[in-house]
C-alpha cells in the first residue's frame, strides 16, 4: 500500500495540493486525470523526490525511497552518441531480478538498438526510456505521458505490458490525454480539480464522469455558434 498523508505542494504562483490523502493499492493502475498544470507531473515529482513538500508518502508504511520506484519523464534526456542498447545497459540488473526480457520487447516495438539515440525519431526515444524504466524492477512506477508520439501499434504493446506491471503486483501510475489509451490501460483513477479537489472512483464513474464533461463542453461550444 501506498500511502500519503497531509500532502501539501505549492508554488509562488500557485497551490496545487493542501492536505491531500490517499491510499493506493499494489497491484493497481491508476490514472491520473486533470487539465493541464493541475498538478499530475508535480505529484509525479514529489513522489520520486524532485519536489519537495509537506506532508509524507509511505510504501508499506515506510518513507517511499527512489530504491522503490522509477518515472518516466514526459521528455527524457539522453547522453549523446550512445546506441539504444548502450543505454540500457546503463540501466541493467542482475538477471534473477529481471521482469522483462528487454531485448526482445526492443524487437516487438521496431527500435535498432545498434543504432545511435540521436538518430530515433521522439516516438522511438520514448519508447527506449520505457524500456529502461522497465529494467530497473522497482515496486512503484510513474508514467507521465507514456504514449506520446508513439505508433498506435507500439501503444498497445506499452498497454499489454503496463497491465503485466500490474499483475505482476506492481503499483503503476498513468497521466495520458489520449482519452481511449488512458481509458484501456487504467482500472482507478484519481481526478484532480481546481481548488484542490480530488476524487477517487472506479473506472464506471470515471466514465460517467468523462460523460458529463463531453455534455458540458458541448453544450459550451455550441453556445459560441453563430
Do not use: W
Amino acid at each position: 500500500m501506498l500511502t500519503v498523508n497531509n500532502f501539501s505542494l505549492s508554488y509562488p504562483s500557485k497551490k496545487l495540493f493542501e492536505n491531500f490523502n490517499a491510499k493506493f493499492e499494489i497491484g493497481a493502475v491508476y490514472g491520473i486525470f486533470g487539465l493541464n498544470a493541475i498538478g499530475k507531473t508535480s505529484f509525479f515529482r514529489a513522489m520520486y523526490g524532485l519536489t519537495n513538500y509537506t506532508g509524507e508518502i509511505l510504501l508499506d508504511d515506510k518513507p517511499i525511497s527512489k530504491n522503490d520506484i522509477c518515472f518516466l519523464e514526459t521528455n527524457n534526456f539522453f547522453y549523446p552518441k550512445l546506441t539504444g542498447k548502450e543505454y540500457l545497459d546503463v540501466f541493467d540488473i542482475p538477471q534473477k531480478q529481471k521482469l522483462f526480457n528487454t531485448e526482445e520487447l526492443a524487437e516487438l516495438l521496431g527500435l535498432p538498438l545498434n543504432q545511435n539515440i540521436d538518430t530515433y525519431s521522439n516516438g522511438m526515444q520514448k519508447k527506449i526510456s520505457f524500456l529502461a524504466i522497465l529494467k530497473l524492477n522497482r515496486k512503484v512506477y510513474l508514467f507521465d505521458e507514456p504514449f506520446n508520439g508513439v505508433d498506435a501499434v507500439s501503444s498497445q504493446i506499452l498497454i499489454s505490458i503496463i497491465k503485466k506491471l500490474s499483475a505482476s503486483n506492481k503499483l503503476v501510475f498513468v497521466t495520458s490525454h489520449i482519452p481511449e489509451y488512458f481509458m484501456e490501460v487504467s482500472n482507478r483513477f484519481l481526478i484532480l480539480e481546481k481548488d484542490c479537489n480530488y476524487i477517487h472512483c472506479s473506472k464506471a464513474e470515471f466514465i460517467s464522469y468523462s460523460n458529463t464533461i463531453n455534455q458540458h463542453i458541448d453544450s459550451r461550444v455550441n453556445d459560441t455558434v453563430l
